[in-house]
């Protein structure tokens, strides 16, 4: 059974910058797709941005709110994947969903697995 469990999540200033991770159990995260989904108070949760290997390498899909601040790496070795968040700001405040598996269609991807979430908190 594939479990995922985020940490990582805090308060930060505007401006600052956090690292999420996401620790997998029960698979490799090797050649295994990846994700970041997050939910703000209020709204539905959005895609963050999806790491995914095509065969040959692996490429990122981000959203356009992220694109040039976030970034994905993973450590095989401890089967875990990180988010680094730059240059955050306030409307960045949600809760943070790791996400793996699962399938891409239509412009939508739908994951196998979910972790439990993290809040991260970008005060102003």
């Known amino acids: 059974q594939v479990q995922l469990v985020e940490s990582g999540g805090g308060l930060v200033q505007a401006g600052g910058s956090l690292r999420l991770s996401c620790t997998v159990s029960g698979r490799t995260v090797n050649k295994f797709t990846m994700a970041w989904f997050r939910q703000a108070p209020g709204k539905e949760r959005e895609f963050v941005l999806r790491h995914n290997w095509n065969g040959l390498t692996y490429y990122t899909d981000y959203a356009d709110s992220v694109k040039g601040r976030f970034t994905i790496s993973r450590d095989n070795a401890e089967n875990t994947m990180y988010l680094q968040m730059n240059s955050l700001k306030p409307e960045d405040t949600a809760v943070y969903y790791c996400?793996?598996?699962?399938?891409?269609?239509?412009?939508?991807?739908?994951?196998?697995?979910w972790g439990q979430g993290t809040q991260v908190t970008v005060s102003s």
């Open positions: 996400a793996a598996g699962g399938t891409y269609y239509d412009g939508r991807y739908s994951p196998d697995y």
